[in-house]
């Protein structure tokens, strides 16, 4: 059984991979990237930063829907189609069945959100080709700053923490219900420092504990948004990136270990 968990990651892989859907998004994508090269020329000398910034949300937006639609699909597939039985009759734990589905959606993020960074460099690329030397000293930071690869690597913890978050509701709620909360845990967990400092702004004891509360059980997603930092060539330190990588992978390992937990309860005669 050593192997169990990468042979089921390799199937999922190649299962999302193939997915129509799986396909679309990631053709959407590149297209709004591509398109926010039309829409920097909106704005003479702010080009750069429009396209850094709307590519970066595109990858950012659109690896969101793969990760709360494919998620959600990877528990409820198996159930729907009876196959579940079929794989815990083999010598396959359940523990390995979710952790297996896990580690393949988040190859399969990975390899799109490459994908996506290709052709985010590559508009940027031509952008930096085509225009003059004397623009480009109005710039903060190169068309390829390096840098923009934090964001890149961020984005993919959150997407990570959000797969987290659709198997873990997927093992006990249908499809419509765990897509509707990991959407909900998503828009709070970007606006979780707004809750913590709701008492601040005139909110009311009982509402300020409430978003106290809040802040304190859902994860913390802005430390992992650091797209407005690289677009302008502000720092993004080491340390924080490392903070907020670690913080998010110890959400992700309580996730998992309840999701196991639960679909080693769950019934399915």
Do not use: C
Not at 181 to 196: C, K, N, P, Q, Y
Not at 209 to 232: C, E, I, K
């Amino acid at each position: 059984m050593t192997g169990t968990i990468p042979r089921i990651a390799v199937n999922v892989f190649r299962e999302s991979v193939r997915d129509k859907v799986l396909y679309n998004l990631v053709g959407f994508a590149v297209l709004m990237i591509g398109a926010s090269v039309l829409i920097g020329q909106l704005s003479a000398g702010q080009e750069v930063k429009i396209i850094k910034d709307l590519g970066l949300a595109s990858m950012s937006v659109f690896g969101l829907f793969m990760a709360v639609f494919i998620g959600i699909g990877l528990v409820a597939k198996e159930v729907e189609r009876r196959s579940i039985y079929s794989l815990l009759s083999k010598p396959v734990t359940r523990n390995q069945f979710i952790l297996g589905k896990y580690v393949g959606l988040t190859l399969t993020l990975a390899a799109n959100l490459a994908v996506m960074a290709l052709a985010y460099y590559a508009v940027l690329a031509y952008l930096d080709w085509i225009t003059p030397a004397n623009v480009k000293l109005g710039w903060e930071a190169p068309a390829t700053d390096p840098r923009l690869l934090k964001a890149f690597a961020l984005i993919g913890v959150e997407l990570m923490l959000v797969t987290a978050v659709a198997l873990f509701f997927s093992t006990f709620s249908s499809p419509f219900l765990s897509a509707a909360l990991t959407m909900a845990i998503w828009v709070i967990g970007h606006f979780s420092e707004d809750l913590r400092t709701l008492e601040s702004l005139g909110a009311s004891p009982v509402l300020s504990m409430v978003g106290r509360g809040l802040y304190f059980v859902f994860p913390n997603l802005s430390p992992l948004n650091v797209t407005a930092a690289v677009v302008h060539a502000q720092p993004v330190s080491l340390q924080h990136m490392l903070l907020a990588g670690g913080s998010a992978g110890v959400y992700i390992a309580v996730l998992l270990v309840a999701a196991t937990l639960i679909f080693e309860r769950r019934d399915f005669k």
